[in-house]
């Protein structure tokens, strides 16, 4: 049985354990299939996580975290967790086609997914102009003119990257004012390939095989225009990825996982929690590092008052 149980590879699960295997705690790190590395694996320039002046790519970062873990002895897993069992000591992780890992403690750092407007046309056209990855897809369309959805910094920066190469990127807004910072605002005002559509929100996501334009309706008069588009980047926020501690782990209203005070605590001893998944506010890359520090800690300290306590128990046991 392991001592700890890291879920998620983004920034706090890797923190996790580094400090974790670096308590030789030996971590079992799970990275997921496909998405390992978290929503960073998306980004192109991370300019605000120190340390790097120069700014650092994305997934070059990622990479780092993941070798400084391995370097310490975490042994990472690219596999999906199906199920996990966290009441009672023995805590279990159900993975892929069903390898089950035990472990004393587990730090749960899932972080959270892409929100999409909920339209049916969106979810049918997924792939063939509706996009939630500039980075992934930008390149698709060179010369041609796209639509950015949202107002914050994710959008802006999905804006901005996407004039490498389209030739017109539109930025819709339902409000008349930005979410985002000031430093991405700038960037993104002073650009001359961005509009910005303000007060407007999309409707229809038109095409039959491909995206060949969106119908947008005015939340200020309910006019309806239509945008002629080819692609559609959504960028209106994520929610935390709480879908496989339902019914286990207690929620805040906000739908993160509840934690006690500034400690990583969830509501079941022994599971602790990090990244985004607990944090509503602030949602940053060095953030959710942080976080990771603090549950390796917590899980840490936690596996030191069981020891003591079985320590306590067994020689009063054994003069009995
Ligand atoms: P966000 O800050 O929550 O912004 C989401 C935006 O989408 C808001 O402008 C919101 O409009 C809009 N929106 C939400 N639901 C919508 C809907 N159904 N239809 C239309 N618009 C909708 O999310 P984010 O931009 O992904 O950023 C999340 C966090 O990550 C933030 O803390 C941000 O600072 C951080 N982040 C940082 C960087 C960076 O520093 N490089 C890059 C990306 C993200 P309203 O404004 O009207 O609510």
Known sequence: MRQVIIVGSGPAGYT?????????????????????????MKTTEVENFPGFPEAIMGPDLMMRMQ?????????????DVTKLELSGDVKRVTVGEGTVHEARTIIYATGS????????????????????????????????????????????????FLTRF??????VHRRDSLRASAAMQDRAF???????LWNQEVAHVYGDERVAGIGLVSTVDGTETTLDVTGMFVAIGADPRTHLVHGQLDL??????AVEGRSSRTSIPGVFAAGDVIDPTYKQAATAAGSGVVAALDAEHYLAAQDDLQA?????????
């Open 252 to 257: 805040t209203p906000e739908g993160t996982i």
């Open 190 to 196: 002073a650009d001359p390939k961005i509009e910005f």
């Open 312 to 320: 306590a128990v067994q020689p009063a046991a054994a003069t009995a």
């Open 113 to 160: 997914a892409y929100r999409k407007l909920g339209l049916a046309d969106e979810a049918r056209l997924s792939g063939y102009g509706v996009s939630w990855c500039a980075t992934c897809d930008g390149a698709f369309f060179k010369e041609k003119k796209v639509a950015v959805i949202g107002g914050g910094d994710s959008a802006l920066e999905e804006a901005t």
């Open 166 to 171: 389209a030739d017109k990127v539109y930025l």
């Open 67 to 79: 070798q400084q873990a391995e370097r310490f002895g975490t042994e990472i897993v690219y596999d």
């Open 16 to 40: 996790a354990a580094i400090y974790a295997a670096r308590a030789n705690l030996q971590p079992l790190l799970i990275a997921s299939s496909v998405d390992f590395g978290g929503e960073l």
